[in-house]
């Protein structure tokens, strides 16, 4: 099957139905990627997920990995650590250097197998100006006024869109997602593809049908990130 490939002057996405089931999820190409097309991308259940000299490369796997965040898993080993306020929680202070560490190679709990470089320079300016248009957030975790760990993401609704997370001291970016869960309280986090690591935190694997239907349907709904700012952990 021959993948679509979206022109500069028509960049409709086919029917999700359609992406390969190998690799699983891949849809079209395009060689553009913009805000108002990431946008509408995500609108659709579409997401971006390609490396340097490739392509744009847009997915939608089956199944796809989400969180209800009542169903975040809190350890007693976490919910030890959680009482020791390791780290102090902030929102959209630095939301490109949350993207520059998250790019930097390692493995990615976000990604099944990425070690990390998959965030190229357009991806991370095209995400920066989404987050100045206050679409894109950072779930921040600081220590002695050092970023430690954390997550970025895209807001639509009240849905967040998880891209990617790291962490430079131990649970960082699980106490992160941890803020994101209860205390911003989404409907629903989309981490795309499942990983051991986001199933041990509560993911869980739907439908791609369902996941479009629940993204149609919160579209209308709102999500405050303000909520906890400069909260202590």
């Not at 990995?65 to 959680?82: A, D, G, I, T, Y």
């Not at 950072?138 to 609704?157: F, Q, R």
């Amino acid at each position: 099957m021959q993948i679509p490939w979206l022109e500069d002057n028509n960049f409709k996405f086919p029917d999700v139905d359609t992406a390969l089931t190998e690799p699983d999820g891949l849809l079209a190409v395009s060689e553009a990627l913009n805000p108002e097309l990431v946008i509408r991308a995500y609108k659709l259940g579409i997401f971006p997920w390609y490396s340097d000299g490739q392509p744009v490369l847009w997915w939608s796997p089956e199944p796809r990995c989400v969180l209800f965040p009542e169903n975040f898993h809190v350890s007693r080993s976490f919910k030890r650590r959680l009482k020791q306020h390791p780290f102090e929680i902030r929102i959209d202070t630095c939301f490109r250097d949350v993207m520059l560490a998250c790019a930097a190679p390692r493995e990615d709990p976000l990604d099944n197998d990425s070690p990390g470089t998959w965030i190229t320079d357009t991806m991370l300016n095209v995400y920066c100006q989404l987050h100045e248009t206050g679409i894109a957030h950072s779930i921040e975790c600081w220590h002695d006024e050092k970023l430690v760990g954390g997550m970025y993401g895209l807001v639509l609704g009240d849905i967040f869109f998880g891209e990617s997370m790291f962490s430079h001291e131990p649970d960082a970016s699980k106490i992160a997602m941890h803020h994101l869960c209860t205390q911003i309280k989404p409907f629903l986090l989309d981490a795309q593809v499942h990983s051991k690591h986001l199933e041990t935190m509560g993911a869980e694997q739907i439908k791609r049908s369902e996941f479009t239907r629940l993204v149609n349907s919160r579209l209308v709904h709102s999500l405050n990130t303000s909520s906890g700012l400069r909260r202590n952990y």
